[in-house]
C-alpha cells in the first residue's frame, strides 16, 4: 500500500498535527457560522492542501470517520471517491496545469475567472459549493484581481480555501477578507521522531532529515524518497574538495539532470548546496571567526536558491546552470 505522505493531498485521509485548525473548522460549521474564505498558512509540506481536502469532505457531506482524526472521512465514501476521481460536480479546485510534462509557473487567469460562474450555481448534491486554490502564491496579479471578485461578494453556501506558504505577497485585500489559520512548522525533536517511524532511519540519519526539512513532514517525505542524505553528503564533498573539480565527476552527474526527476534532483543538489554554505556561515560565525570570501559566498547562495526556478520557468540548461555555480564557489574558494 502507497504510504499517505506519498499521495497528492486529495488521496490523504490522515493528518497530524492540525487538531486546532481542524476543531476551529468544525465549531464555525456546528454553529452555523461558516466563513465563506480561509487562508491555510504555513510552511510548505506542512500539510495545508491536505487540511483542505479534508475540510471540503465535510463541507460536501462526507460521512465523519473519526479513526482518521476531526475532519476524517472514509475513503469509501460517494464523496469520497468523487472526489478522489476530480468528479465531484460541488468542488472546484485551481492549480497549476501540467503540459507537456512540464508543470505551469503560474495558475492562469482564465482558470481564476471561472470561478464566479462556479459560485453563481446552487450545489448540485452538497450542502456547498467548494473551491480550493493550491496555491493562490502561484497567481499573477490578474488571476488574485479574479479571485478577489468573489471574495468581495461571497457566495451563499460557498467556501474557499485559499493555500498559502507566503501570505506576504499576497494582496492586503485578499488576506483582509479572509479567516486565517495557522499551521506551524513542527519542532526538530517531533520531525526527528517522525523520521524514524515513516523512513525506517537510525536517529542521526532521521535528525539530518529533519534539519533539512525545515519543520515540514511533506518535505521531510519528498527528501527521503529522493535520496536527499546521499545528495546532502554529495553537496558536502564537493563544496571540501573546492577550489578543485572533477569535471568528468561533474559531467557524470549531470546525465541524471534529464527528465522531471532530473529537475528534482537538480533543485535537491542546489537546495543542499545552499543548505551546506549557509551551515558553514553559521558555524564560523559562533565560532566568531570571519568567512574568507562571505561576499563571493554570499552571492553563491544567491545563485544557488534563484537557480532552480529560473531553470524550469526559462527552459534553461541545467548543466550550464550548474557549471556556473560551481564557477563562483570555485572563486568563493579561493579567497
Avoid at 464555525?28 to 506542512?46: K, T
Amino acid at each position: 500500500m502507497m504510504s499517505q505522505d506519498s499521495l497528492h493531498p486529495r488521496d490523504a485521509y490522515g493528518l497530524e498535527g492540525a487538531r486546532a485548525a481542524e476543531q476551529a473548522l468544525i465549531d464555525s460549521l456546528e454553529r452555523g457560522r461558516m466563513h465563506h474564505a480561509w487562508l491555510l498558512i504555513g510552511p510548505e509540506g506542512v500539510g495545508k492542501a491536505t487540511f483542505a481536502y479534508r475540510a471540503a469532505r465535510r463541507l460536501l457531506g462526507a460521512r465523519p470517520a473519526p479513526e482518521f482524526g476531526l475532519l476524517g472521512s472514509s475513503p469509501d465514501d460517494p464523496v469520497s471517491r468523487l472526489v478522489a476521481g476530480r468528479a465531484h460536480p460541488d468542488l472546484m479546485v485551481l492549480e497549476r496545469q501540467v503540459e507537456d510534462g512540464k508543470t505551469k509557473k503560474y495558475i492562469s487567469v482564465d482558470e481564476a475567472r471561472a470561478l464566479p460562474d462556479f459560485f453563481s450555481r446552487s450545489p448540485a448534491m452538497a450542502p456547498y459549493r467548494v473551491a480550493i486554490i493550491d496555491a493562490v502564491d502561484d497567481m499573477n496579479a490578474n488571476a488574485a484581481n479574479a479571485v478577489l471578485k468573489t471574495l468581495e461578494e461571497p457566495p451563499p453556501r460557498g467556501v474557499v480555501f485559499l493555500v498559502s506558504s507566503a501570505p506576504g505577497r499576497l494582496l492586503p485585500t485578499i488576506r483582509s477578507r479572509c479567516r486565517r489559520l495557522m499551521f506551524a512548522p513542527w519542532d526538530e525533536g517531533r520531525l526527528t521522531d517522525y523520521a524514524m517511524t515513516r523512513t525506517g532511519h537510525d536517529f542521526e540519519s532521521a535528525q539530518r532529515l529533519a534539519q533539512m526539512a525545515k519543520g515540514a513532514p511533506g518535505r521531510l517525505m519528498d527528501m527521503a524518497a529522493g535520496h536527499a542524505l546521499a545528495m546532502d553528503q554529495l553537496a558536502k564533498d564537493l563544496l571540501q574538495r573546492l577550489p578543485i573539480i572533477d569535471d568528468v565527476e561533474i559531467l557524470g552527474l549531470t546525465e541524471g539532470f534529464r527528465g522531471a526527476e532530473g529537475a528534482s534532483r537538480f533543485s535537491l543538489l542546489m537546495d543542499r548546496l545552499a543548505g551546506q554554505i549557509h551551515g558553514m556561515a553559521m558555524d564560523s560565525a559562533l565560532a566568531g571567526q570571519m568567512t574568507p570570501g562571505l561576499d563571493q559566498w554570499a552571492q553563491a547562495w544567491d545563485s544557488l536558491t534563484a537557480l532552480p526556478p529560473q531553470v524550469e520557468g526559462l527552459n534553461l540548461d541545467r548543466t550550464d546552470a550548474l557549471w556556473t555555480v560551481l564557477t563562483q564557489l570555485r572563486a568563493a574558494a579561493r579567497l
